[in-house]
Every structure is written in structure tokens, then in C-alpha cells.
């Protein structure tokens, strides 16, 4: 079983910055792309950017140039680093990842989300 726990969401105020962790641990042979995406109430959950193992990565074009992410490939460790948050950023935020497990099994697995508010 491959489990992720995120960590780092909380209220801020706009224009203020979070870093949001997320660690994949349990049968993990090998990890493919670690990513983040959220969902504002009302709202589809959408992509907000993910990394490739070979250290790729893609941004939704409504956090570009305020949202980094990263890896730590020892760790199993994916992190987003936000910055001039806006209202409009506000939701949970969710990890996503995909990995080789046990048993050469190929796994998609979520986060339990970890909720961004925006707001004075």
C-alpha cells in the first residue's frame, strides 16, 4: 500500500506565501510524476503542476511565475512553494502521485487534501 501525507496548508493573508509538503511512503519501488491539484468549493478539481522523475515539470498557466514545485527524490518528498497568493487561491489542495509499487503494480494515489485560504 503507498500512502501520502501532505502538510503546510493554513490561512494567509493575499500577497503572503505557503509551502504546502507532501511525502509518499509504503511499497514504492520506483516514482513516476508527483504533482498537486485543487478544488475551490463549486469547483472541478484542476491541475495546478506536477514533476517528473526526470525532473520535468508543468504549471497551469494561472500560477505561473508564483508557484514552484520541487522534489526531493530521497525523501519521496514533493513540495509547492506559493507566493502572491490570491483569494482566488483558495481551496484544498491536493497531492497526487503515480509509482511503481510491490509486485511491479502501477498505483495512482491522492492525498486527503490539505485546505489554502486566502483572505484579510
Known amino acids: 500500500q503507498v500512502q501520502l501525507v501532505e502538510s503546510g496548508g493554513g490561512l494567509v493573508q493575499p500577497g503572503g506565501s505557503l509551502r504546502l509538503s507532501c511525502a509518499a511512503s509504503?511499497?514504492?519501488?520506483?516514482?513516476?510524476?508527483m504533482g498537486w491539484y485543487r478544488q475551490a468549493p463549486g469547483k472541478e478539481r484542476e491541475l495546478v503542476a506536477f514533476?517528473?522523475?526526470?525532473?520535468?515539470?508543468n504549471y497551469a498557466d494561472f500560477v505561473k511565475g508564483r508557484f514552484t514545485i520541487s522534489r526531493d527524490n530521497a525523501k519521496n518528498t514533493v513540495y509547492l512553494q506559493m507566493n502572491s497568493l490570491k483569494p482566488e487561491d483558495t481551496a484544498v489542495y491536493y497531492c497526487y502521485t503515480n509509482v511503481v509499487a510491490g509486485g511491479y503494480r502501477y498505483l495512482e494515489v491522492w492525498g486527503q487534501g490539505t485546505l489554502v485560504t486566502v483572505s484579510s
Open positions: 509504503g511499497s514504492i519501488l520506483s516514482i513516476n510524476t
Open positions: 514533476r517528473t522523475s526526470g525532473g520535468s515539470t
